[in-house]
């Protein structure tokens, strides 16, 4: 009986439900964690393919006349066809010459003239030689030949010297006038192409 009353008593005395308090202060922040493992690294791309670095193509001009006589019995660089280049690891390059010569003599006659790439002062053997000949004929004297050749060459890294020279060969042949500074049918060109593989 006693145990009825309590509870209508609290029942009668007990009101509806207040309002929400203000909210309280902001708290402290916690204590930072600890830093987690790092990641595994990611996979490397392929090795890209190299630059062009010290590739180049080198162009010189015949800058004057060689005049090849019987006298001329040692190789003589042609004016202007001489290039010091710098060729880099693991490169191939590439020659090419070309120009004209012509017999300085009208009537029967003929100029014979031996040509030569040469890389570091020593001749090439190998392709690097061409003998060129100028016959003149009963109607055109003074007559012109072209000369137009080359090879590649694997040289080491580092600077070398390439140049055209040009000989007499036949003792009985007229002179010859090798290349030119201003005629166009005569100025030889020495071309150095240098490529990285």
């Known amino acids: 009986?006693?145990?009825?009353?309590?509870?209508?008593?609290?029942?009668?005395?007990?009101?509806?439900?207040?309002?929400?308090?203000?909210?309280?202060?902001?708290?402290?922040?916690?204590?930072?964690?600890?830093?987690?493992?790092?990641?595994?690294?990611?996979?490397?791309?392929?090795?890209?393919?190299?630059?062009?670095?010290?590739?180049?193509?080198?162009?010189?001009?015949?800058?004057?006349?060689?005049?090849?006589?019987?006298a001329t019995t040692n190789y003589v660089v042609i004016p202007g066809l001489t290039q010091t280049v710098v060729v880099p690891a693991d490169a191939r390059v590439r020659v090419e010459t070309n120009g004209g010569l012509q017999c300085t003599q009208a009537g029967a006659a003929y100029a014979v003239v031996d040509l030569a790439l040469f890389v570091d002062n020593n001749p090439s053997g190998l392709a690097g030689q061409r003998r060129v000949v100028a016959a003149n004929t009963t109607t055109v004297g003074q007559m012109i030949a072209n000369w137009s050749f080359g090879r590649t060459f694997t040289l080491t890294a580092g600077t070398h010297t390439i140049d055209v020279r040009g000989i007499s060969v036949d003792p009985s042949a007229a002179a010859a006038n090798v290349s030119s500074a201003s005629a166009p049918q005569l100025q030889g060109v020495l071309t150095v192409t240098i490529l990285k593989r």
Not at 12 to 17: E, K, T
């Open 1 to 70: 009986m006693r145990t009825s009353v309590v509870l209508l008593f609290v029942a009668a005395c007990a009101g509806p439900a207040g309002q929400d308090g203000e909210p309280g202060a902001k708290g402290d922040p916690g204590v930072p964690g600890m830093t987690g493992p790092m990641g595994a690294p990611g996979d490397q791309g392929p090795i890209g393919d190299p630059g062009t670095t010290g590739q180049d193509v080198l162009e010189v001009y015949g800058t004057g006349q060689l005049v090849v006589t019987s």
